[in-house]
């Protein structure tokens, strides 16, 4: 159902846009968010926009350097990742939420119910 893709090799300093296409209608989905994975580390929290007023959650190490949008006509959520640095190498992944789950859950992998696979962004030093 989710579709992640723009993942590349980036210089430091540079920067890269990811996709999630949603095969439904995005806005369904009570938030849709990216997490993303470095090699040997557990998946982490990136970023995250809420149905409605589309509110939006950061994890602080990509806080004033990644933004995240939607569009609705598109059914697509994306990961504006400006500056780069090369610990943002990871594999990222884009996920969806059906409904609100509480608050201990609700930025953390188990808080996402349906997930695209992985885009590989390495951005070099």
């Known amino acids: 159902q989710l579709q992640a893709s723009g993942g590349g090799l980036v210089q430091a300093g540079g920067s890269l846009r990811l996709s999630c296409a949603a095969s439904?209608?995005?806005?369904?989905?009570?938030?849709m968010g990216w997490f993303r994975q470095k090699p040997g580390k557990e998946r982490e929290f990136v970023a995250a926009?809420?149905?409605?007023?589309?509110?939006?959650k950061y994890g602080d190490s990509v806080k004033n350097r990644f933004f995240i949008s939607k569009d609705a006509a598109k059914n697509t959520v994306y990961l504006q990742m400006d500056p780069l640095k090369p610990e943002d190498t990871a594999v990222y992944y884009c996920?969806?939420?059906?409904?609100?789950?509480?608050?201990?859950?609700?930025?953390?992998?188990?808080?996402?119910?349906?997930w695209g696979q992985g885009t590989l962004v390495t951005v070099s030093s």
């Open positions: 926009i809420f149905r409605g007023n589309g509110g939006t």
């Open positions: 439904g209608r995005a806005d369904s989905f009570y938030s």
């Open positions: 996920a969806a939420a059906t409904n609100r789950k509480i608050t201990s859950v609700a930025l953390t992998t188990r808080g996402y119910d349906y």
